[in-house]
């Protein structure tokens, strides 16, 4: 499956930035969808995650409350709405996808190592 990632930019601390992650090439429902992050000079780390239909959602305990991730089978989209953004989520946004159990997915969802296939990243700067 392919991914493409769109809508990062630049944005005033507080604001709020809509990126969008569109997949083709595979059966989209059959995904769990991600969203990752990585800074300058930081390791990639987990932002959200979101079950097949849609039904449960992980956060990373930094975003829980000012971001909500989203899909819509229909499109093959995923999105994450980021509101009260800070300096500290300026980073590299990307999108993923992986194949995990109803069981396997809550303890796993967060690690990148299991998302097996990637967007390109889309770059968030929040200025201060």
């Known amino acids: 499956v392919q991914l493409q990632a769109s809508g990062g930019g630049l944005v005033q601390a507080g604001g709020s930035l809509r990126l969008s992650c569109s997949a083709s090439?595979?059966?989209?429902?059959?995904?769990?969808m991600g969203w990752f992050r990585q800074a300058p000079g930081k390791e990639r780390e987990f932002v959200a995650a979101?079950?097949?239909?849609?039904?449960?959602?992980y956060y990373a305990d930094s975003v829980k409350g000012r971001f909500t991730i989203s899909r819509d089978n229909a499109k093959n989209t995923v999105d994450l709405q980021m509101n009260s953004l800070k300096p500290e989520d300026t980073a590299v946004y990307y999108c993923?996808?992986?194949?995990?159990?109803?069981?396997?997915?809550?303890?796993?969802?967060?690690?990148?190592?299991?998302?097996?296939?990637w967007g390109q990243g889309t770059l968030v700067t929040v200025s201060s």
């Open positions: 993923a996808a992986a194949v995990f159990t109803i069981v396997s997915f809550p303890k796993k969802c967060s690690d990148y190592h299991e998302y097996t296939y």
């Open positions: 090439g595979g059966t989209f429902r059959s995904y769990v």
């Open positions: 979101i079950s097949w239909s849609g039904d449960s959602t």
